[in-house]
């Protein structure tokens, strides 16, 4: 294993405060916790955002914490979901009086554990909302989720929301927004390498050399399919064609496109995925009305790439544009 | 070779094409070359900032096009220099009648090529001034420079050099600013795995599985030394160290700070070196201004890292904050 790290058992603690020692004017860490908040949170009169999940996803979940976007991320251990006191601790130190909204990707644990702090803070008496995100049309259900996996697409559902909560919007509001933008998102994936969880210490799984999966998940679950790499824009037209068949995104609205990065891809190869993407998307006559190219939602070190379409109404339009100070999607 | 491209001597084009179809409404392809410019260049009255280099570095530099940073980046083949007259139609399509700054990482190709380019834009009337960017402390010579090779510091000069020219700065006084970056930027990297360049199709060095080169440029070139793997506190430590003996940061001005992945190290591992470096800065009394974590300049997709300190005085401060909306570096 080649990693840059001190302790495997310690990578998610480091982090953490190397985030803080990095933004140390808009992030605070929550004492004796894994969560980090906005340093001015509890924002008084604002519906506070909180998401998370297993780490090594980075920058999800910390690096959207900013005006506009997350109030505060929870970081579990690598590929791990953050325990029920975690999650808690985030919404009791964001609630700001007009309730806590959370942005929880499809994974089972994530699930139990992200509903378990809501039981426990509105038993405490702060209202709690959430939303499911379930972008990847890859597989119905996996190692990790029944139902479909929450991907990339988990990334917009932060800004939307937390853009519509600076906004001032309640919490029923942050919620309907949040439900639009999980109904109009899809994503697809792929990899051409694995990755290893450092307490792990070798990888999760394995390909041969000229050998891709189809599908495969952001902690190396199970996809569709593993076949011989492709070129890229074979690729980019299977990923594509996947999630249009999934969602009508003909019917004359505009579209977001995210080309995400899992942790080694090279930027040049988004790019050209990109042009292939982009080039479908206009003889479908589907308007691309914003276009991210990046590492927005990784899986440590592995190699491969998802598409993620979002389907933009007027409202959704000016939430994704609005202004975010978060330091991994600034905008 | 396991990469998501088509054609390996094709990735340069296909880049470039993905990437104004990205930003469509903020970049454009100069017809019949590899040069990205700002769509509404050239702005007259403005000083044109021109970059570029060999591609694989991405985001540098088309990343870096945008109003507040550069005005056009030159793709050159990867990890090979542009050709003089594709620089030349750089210069061409920014210059606004105020002249044009070029932006060189000190690479023997890289220089040559844009004095080349300065020339013949003279010749047809363009004033032209350059500044030669040699952040790294690691060598004094190495297989593709004279001096000191430019590296992650470069992007402190063409965010500073270009606030400096949207701020309205004569020719003259960005040059003098962009020599002032120079003055005060150190770098130093280090590698654990190598890279592919697409048209070689193997690795351009060979690591052992507990090995480490430390200095190792952004090509692959040689660095100092290689050793054992160090823990993440003491490679921090090192790159560190010898980027303070270099210059004196002690002074009491504040500093920049960059932690740069060089492709495929996660990003947790970034805040993980980042986080020694920042208690190493604390206990050497020294003011950090402001972090930036990420992928500014890469090598493909080696794993490994770069430190990079800028000492900066008032205008400096105020030059890096300025609005940038360059893709990869908003601010």
């Known amino acids: 294993m080649k990693k840059i790290i001190n302790d495997p058992n310690q990578v998610v603690q480091d982090m953490v405060q190397g985030m803080v020692a990095a933004y140390p004017e808009a992030l ?13 949170s509890p924002v ?45 601790e985030a919404i009791k130190a964001v609630d700001g009086g007009s309730g806590v909204f959370l942005v929880i990707k499809n994974y089972t644990g994530d699930v139990i554990n992200f509903e378990m702090a809501a039981e426990l803070a509105e038993a405490e008496g702060i209202d709690v909302q959430y939303v499911v995100v379930n972008d990847d049309v890859a597989v119905e259900d996996s190692s990790f989720t029944t139902g479909r996996r929450g991907i990339a697409g988990t990334v917009f ?9 600076e906004s001032g919007g309640s919490l029923t509001e942050v919620k309907q927004v949040g439900e639009k933008v999980v109904a109009n998102v899809r ?21 041969k050399d000229d050998e891709m999966e189809i599908g495969i998940g952001i902690h190396g679950e199970p996809g569709i399919e593993r076949k011989e790499i492709a070129s890229a824009d074979q690729i980019a037209e299977e990923l594509t064609a996947k ?27 988004l790019y050209i995925v990109n042009k292939r993407v982009q080039e479908i998307l206009k003889e479908k006559g589907i308007t691309v009305y914003k276009t991210f190219v990046g590492e927005y939602m990784t899986a440590l070190e592995m190699t491969g790439c998802s598409v993620t379409l979002l389907k933009l109404d007027d409202e959704l339009k ?8 978060a330091p991994a999607f600034r905008s």
Chains 1, 2 share one sequence.
């Open 187 to 207: 994503s697809m994936g792929m990899a051409l390498k694995p990755c290893t969880v450092p307490a792990a210490g070798s990888p999760s799984f394995e390909l």
């Open 318 to 325: 000016t939430l994704l544009d609005a202004d975010s100070d």
């Open 28 to 40: 605070k860490q929550v004492p004796e916790t894994m969560v980090l908040a906005r340093k001015d």
């Open 44 to 88: 008084q009169g604002k519906v506070g955002i909180v998401s998370g999940g297993g780490s090594g996803h980075e920058p999800a979940h910390a690096g959207y914490v900013g005006k506009g976007m997350l109030d505060a991320a929870v970081a579990g251990e690598v590929f791990t979901s953050p325990t029920p006191d975690q999650v808690l």
């Open 157 to 165: 559902v932060h800004k939307i929301t937390g853009a519509k909560a």
């Open 243 to 269: 999630v249009l068949q999934d969602l009508d995104y003909t019917t004359g609205e505009d579209v977001a496109v995210m080309i995400n990065g899992l942790g080694s891809t090279p930027e040049m190869e």
